[in-house]
């Protein structure tokens, strides 16, 4: 359960999910509901949600709103820039569909059955995308005051046909006004080893370098690098607006390459560059940076 201000009324708000929730006859979808605060919340009696936040398509197994670590897969930022709090939740599906992190608007329009405004979706089903610890934030990462969304992929695959699969990467989405007709991005690094994402953490996000902006880092106990077992790794990105004062050069910019047509059903993404790599153990195999 979570309490805060979603419904821009300035009283803070409940928030409850189920992700075992029906839906017609498909089982365990899930639900996120939304009771607004303030008298109507006193008294005993059963009080009906203002909001019933669902998945955009009812598979069953989506199991919105399941956390196995926290229990609660809620999120809370202003995404899309009217200053009131957006709410953020995720799937967890066992049926084979795709992991979502679907952003909800706060404000007048969290009524009924909304849908939502904004997604990020994993190219790979049982990805756990969003679900390890705390590995949904909503932070300025690009300078331009406006928070965006990052969510962490452990098992994401930077080319399975080269056997570089579970390596993880972080995906981001731009957040302003503009967050609905706005791309999904990946951050990803190509000296990642097979396995590397496993037990990755997105770690909390922080101005590093004193430049003003925010920088996301990864870090990656179990990475195998240059053929020694598990070294570990941490991976940082730092904004491009950093870069303009001295950051890194290859930190989050504005222009990204595109990758080639996804495969039917999956997501067309956005490559960043690589991440700077912040720190690689040389301590040999087994080390575990981080850990």
């Not at 979570?2 to 821009?8: L, N, S």
């Not at 996301?216 to 730092?238: C, E, F, H, I, Y």
């Not at 059903?265 to 940076?289: F, K, N, Q, V, Y």
Request: hydrophobic share 40%; proline share 8%; glycine share 14%.
């Amino acid at each position: 359960m979570v309490v805060a201000d979603v419904t821009g009324d300035a009283v803070h708000d409940v928030l409850a999910v189920a992700p075992l929730a029906d839906q017609g006859p498909n089982a365990d979808v899930g639900a996120c509901y939304v009771w607004t605060g303030g008298a109507g919340l006193s008294g005993g009696a059963i009080v009906a949600p203002l909001a019933e936040l669902r998945p955009r398509c009812s598979v069953a197994g989506s199991l919105l709103g399941r956390h196995e670590i926290s229990g609660v897969a809620i999120s809370l930022g202003d995404l899309d820039g009217d200053a009131i709090d957006d709410v953020v939740v995720t799937t967890d599906p066992f049926s084979g569909a795709y992991p979502e992190v679907l952003v909800f608007a706060g404000g007048p329009a969290l009524t009924g059955q909304p849908p939502p405004i904004a997604s990020i979706v994993s190219d790979k089903n049982l990805d756990r995308l969003g679900l390890e610890g705390d590995a949904v934030v909503c932070v300025d990462v690009d300078g331009d005051r406006q928070q965006d969304l990052v969510a962490h992929s452990p098992l994401h695959d930077r080319d399975a046909r080269q056997f570089l699969t579970q390596t993880g990467a972080l995906y981001l989405l731009r957040g302003g006004p503009g967050i609905a007709t706005a791309s999904q991005q990946l951050l990803e690094c190509a000296v990642s080893g097979a396995g590397a994402g496993f037990f990755g953490a997105l770690q909390s996000p922080r101005d590093l370098d004193g430049d003003g902006v925010i920088d996301l880092r990864l870090l990656q106990p179990q990475a195998t690098l240059w053929q020694s077992d598990q070294v570990g790794q941490v991976l940082l990105w730092r904004s491009a607006a950093g870069a303009a004062r001295g950051g890194s050069p290859g930190g989050i910019g504005p222009t990204f390459g595109t990758l080639p047509p996804p495969p039917p059903g999956r997501p067309s993404i956005a490559r960043s560059l690589d991440p700077e790599i912040a720190a690689i153990s040389t301590l040999g195999d087994g080390c575990r940076l981080g850990e």
